[in-house]
């Protein structure tokens, strides 16, 4: 058997291969190039390879992926003989990496199929067009915030500065220095180029959607849409993947941390470890769908009385996630577990 170790980097890679049967250990500096590795691995028969999860891992992995047997993605956090060496360099870490391989002691992190990648670059890229107009958007409260308005202008200025009627009451300002007015209409017009990729984006989500079963069935849950709908089921990436609605909340990092000692035991702040666009998108629907659903609103009200309200919506949010690990293992819509918002259980009611 052969096992190779791989240090990946944005301009190489460095690679350490251990041949049980001559003993050999070789290591060499790949370029992204396949024929640099089909020369490095040279027979595929018998041949595993590890690759730490990093930024590139997928360019590697689609270099390589035919030329070896298998290959196996290694858990960056878990790989603690990396993490907290002493020492560390390219060579080290690839050579680590292959002897955890040769031993089956590599924690492993979900590889993705090329499919789900493309689709994750897709939702991740909405998500990232509407981070940028949002911050345009602060950038034009400040100016507007900036300026000493007329009493009477300021009690005019709509509750969405970004809707028909605050955008007329935008344009119609008189400003104090011509500079902060060619600033903001240099903002609106960004805002108006992010739009329209915005609305790009929002077809190819869809044609990814009309696809996904699971995101159909996402979207029957009160607070998602078909966008989280999406970036959920992507993300996710196949309910069979967790064994249990804990597993899946723990991957997302919506559990608490744990201090167990002495017949102790001590809940802090969640995790916020595994996988933050899934966290994100669970805490972005809890408040939306306590306004769809009674039993969702009951919850969150209930919390609100005893905890803060984040730590409240937190919370929700993680209830809100068991609900999609049903709704997607027993693939069937949400059903809602008060009738007519009355306190009367329906058939189906997710703990």
Avoid at 153 to 172: D, E, H, Q, Y
Wanted: proline share 3%; with cysteine.
């Amino acid at each position: 058997m052969k096992y190779i170790g791989l240090d990946c980097h944005k301009q190489y890679d460095h690679a350490t291969m251990i041949d049980t049967e001559t003993g050999e250990i070789k290591a060499k500096r790949l370029a992204h190039i396949k024929e640099d590795f089909s020369d490095f691995i040279g027979d595929r028969d018998g041949t595993r390879m590890v690759i730490e999860s990093c930024r590139d891992w997928s360019r590697t992995y689609e270099l390589s992926e035919d030329l070896v047997e298998e290959i196996i993605l290694a858990h960056p956090l878990k790989v603690k003989a990396i993490a907290s060496a002493k020492i560390k360099t390219d060579a080290i870490d690839s050579r680590t990496l292959a002897r955890l391989l040769m031993a089956d002691l590599i924690p492993q992190a979900h590889l993705r199929k090329a499919e789900n990648r493309v689709k994750q670059r897709v939702i991740r890229h909405r998500a990232f067009m509407v981070v940028m107009r949002t911050r345009v958007k602060c950038r034009i409260h400040d100016s507007v915030d900036s300026q000493l308005l007329p009493p009477d202008v300021l009690k005019a200025k709509p509750i969405n500065l970004f809707s028909k009627k605050g955008m007329k009451w935008l344009t119609s300002l008189e400003w104090a220095r011509d500079e902060d007015k060619k600033l903001v209409e240099s903002h609106l017009r960004v805002m108006e180029a992010i739009n329209q990729e915005i609305s790009i984006t929002n077809d190819m989500v869809k044609e990814i959607y009309e696809k996904d079963r699971d995101a159909q069935l996402l979207t029957t849950i009160p607070g998602i849409g078909v966008t989280l709908a999406t970036l959920i089921s992507t993300e996710i990436d196949g309910i069979e993947r967790f064994r249990s609605p804990s597993k899946l909340c723990s991957y997302a990092g919506l559990v608490p941390s744990t201090h167990s000692s002495g017949g102790k035991t001590y809940h802090g702040k969640i995790t916020s470890e595994g996988n933050r666009w899934l966290r994100w998108a669970l805490v972005e629907a809890a408040l939306p769908a306590s306004y769809g659903d009674a039993e969702i609103k009951e919850r969150l009200e209930t919390l609100r009385a005893k905890k803060r309200a984040n730590v409240a919506k937190t919370a929700t949010a993680r209830w809100l996630l068991k609900v999609v690990y049903h709704v997607l293992k027993e693939k069937r819509p949400y059903i809602t577990a008060y009738n007519n918002q009355k306190k009367a259980r329906a058939a189906f009611y997710f703990a």
